[in-house]
């Protein structure tokens, strides 16, 4: 059987562009170049680049996904996306792919808006019976009175975009006075924001995939950051966090978040490889914090250390996501 057409969508437009770039090159090593011809296009605004080995680029025709090297035109069976945030992240690069009949890795398009939005993914989980922190609302214009938010909520708060991704623009907020400041953070980086009360407890990631009619529940990772939360530096920044997989928890407790992790992807039609992160409280009731469906691969990143930790390699574990997206048997 011919090799499967792969084109390896990379970068984006985000704040997270970097750590994409980072995880994409750590997934093409990791692919099994028998199986698949592989060429990646960094998507950067309106710049769609494939840039062959001698350094030339070459834009990809967004007419029909098709790329031109040399005279050569090249057509593709399958779209392997590995961006955080917009475009990537956000159902829009889905929403171009459906148009164009192209079949590819992540969540759908609809799946893809519901849980980069994040009072959106509140709203479809919230029939699962996992726990929500209550939360403050605010859209872009709306005047925020910060006295009457912490009578509702207490302190301290986190103050967090809408929509954005890897904590960019999130605040945890002490006192009152902080609140306004902490609200234009957040709008910096999204159209609303979201004010929530503060849920203490201990942090864990929990990846998640169901491919092939099976479920994967990958070792369960806790995060102990080493500042006030799990920021930009804390994710991605040697030292500023500690992440053991597996996590250091009561099996039960383990079971109960593989659980809620699996109830929150079904009640998003999540599709692939994704991360669902929880605080789980002293008394052991997990809050859920947000659902990554395109969760970082770099050779830091947590989904990584948990497949390993599984006994599986990222080879494998792409492999099986492959099949079970790209509507044909793979040799």
């Given amino acids: 059987m011919a090799k499967l057409r792969i084109a390896f969508l990379a970068g984006g437009d985000s704040p997270e562009r970097e ?104 709203r479809a989980v919230a029939g699962t019976g996992v726990g929500l922190a209550r ?23 986190f103050v967090k975009p809408n929509a954005s991704g890897s904590s960019f623009g999130v605040t945890r907020v002490e006192r009152v006075e902080e609140i306004p400041a902490a609200v234009a953070a957040a709008l910096a980086e999204s159209d609303d924001a979201l004010i929530e009360e503060c849920i203490q407890g201990r942090e864990m990631g929990c990846g998640v995939m169901i491919a092939g009619g099976r479920e994967y529940l990958f070792p369960i990772t806790e995060i102990r950051p080493k500042k006030t939360f799990f920021d930009y530096q804390a994710k991605y920044e040697a030292g500023y966090s500690d992440e053991i997989t597996p996590a250091q928890i ?33 008394e052991g009731r997990p809050y859920l914090i947000e659902i990554n469906t ?5 050779s830091g990143s947590i989904v990584p250390k948990q497949v390993r930790a599984a006994g599986m390699t ?18």
């Fill in 135 to 157: 939360e403050h609302f605010v859209r872009r214009g709306e005047t925020v009175d910060p006295e009457a938010i912490v009578a509702e909520l207490g302190l301290p708060l």
């Fill in 250 to 282: 009561a099996p039960e407790t383990a079971d109960e978040l593989h659980r809620y992790a699996l109830a929150a992807y079904r009640a998003c039609r999540c599709r692939g490889i994704v991360r669902v992160d929880f605080i789980v409280t002293p």
């Fill in 19 to 122: 750590i994409a770039l980072q995880s994409a090159a750590q997934i093409e090593a990791a692919l099994d170049r028998t199986k698949y011809d592989i060429t990646v296009i960094d998507i950067h605004h309106r710049d769609w680049l494939h840039t062959t080995p001698d350094g030339r680029k070459w834009p990809l025709d967004r007419n029909d996904f098709s790329l031109t090297v040399d005279g050569q035109r090249r057509e593709f069976d399958y779209a392997l996306i590995l961006i955080h945030g917009t475009p990537g992240e956000d159902g829009k690069l889905q929403g171009y792919l459906d148009m164009m009949g192209i079949p590819y890795s992540s969540c759908s398009m609809t799946s893809s808006v519901i849980t980069f939005d994040k009072i959106s993914t509140k």
């Fill in 294 to 298: 395109i969760p970082g691969m770099s």
């Fill in 314 to 331: 990222l080879g494998e574990l792409y492999d099986i996501l492959i099949a079970d997206t790209c509507g044909r048997k793979l040799p």
